[in-house]
């Protein structure tokens, strides 16, 4: 009997995007009759908390959505921060190095305990913010609070209160670009050979998400499902990209979507077009 569901969001199920609506009526009504039953929903992705609260106003959720955020890099339950695993602020510094050498970076995003998102055009100079700014607020429901310029980020990492639990470099301002996402995947082969024993680097479209080592959605999931009792069998787990391998491994009911790229879907145990399919598979278990 599956117990609980864990969905990636971007590409999975905010696929097919819906820039007013947020999700795809289909995959919305799945949500609330999943919130009304005994299946827990876990939301496992690489943005940050305040996702989760738009997602439930969506689907009108008087429970509070268990989340995965920053790629594995914290757990929230019943509302509640239960884990977190930060990077190491003191070696920030170092990557910018490694970011100022690489003129393909177009931008550098951080995600903390902070709001929203801290991004550097770190190539550009400051007169495009209002531009990088206004891209960003054509996503819609999906928009994120930003904040820009690297004296601002220097600032936050002088902070002794602010964590930081993601760097993401972006190769490409469209996630469909294809040089973006060759060149991300080169610059994580390449950090992982130089810096692969302190941290982990996640290839997602044009991006390369980089947390701390030991991070990863499948052992933060693991944690999760441990303070409910739920074993690996009572779990279905389906996402589209790089960050949602290890939990694509781990879980035997584990779904990748049709649109992902093939070294992703051949680590899933099925394939499905949208969320919502995976309601014929509840079917099956019971």
Known sequence: MIRAIATDLDGTLFYPKRKLRLLKSKNRKFLKKLVNSDVEIVLVTGRNRSIAEKIEKRIKSKRKLSMVGCSGAFIVHDG????????????????????????????VVLMGNFKGMLIDLIHFPSIFTPFALLGLKMQGAYYEFSRFGRKRINRMLEDPNSKVYKVMPLFGFSENNKKGMQKAKEFAERMRNILGDYYEFFESGTAVEIVAKGTNKA???????????????????????????????????????????????EHA??????????????????
């Open 80 to 107: 509640e921060l239960i884990r977190e695993n930060a990077l190491d602020k003191k070696e920030i510094p170092d990557l910018f190095k490694e970011f100022d050498k690489d003129k393909n970076i177009v931008s």
């Open 219 to 265: 052992e933060s999931l693991r944690e999760l499902f441990q303070r409910s009792n739920i074993s690996d069998d009572e779990v279905i787990v389906v996402g589209d990209s790089g960050n949602d391998i290890p939990m694509l491994d781990a879980f035997k009911n584990s779904f990748a979507m049709k649109s992902a790229p093939s070294y992703v879907r």
């Open 269 to 286: 145990s099925g394939e499905i077009n949208y969320v919502y399919e995976l309601e014929d598979y509840l079917k099956t278990t019971k």
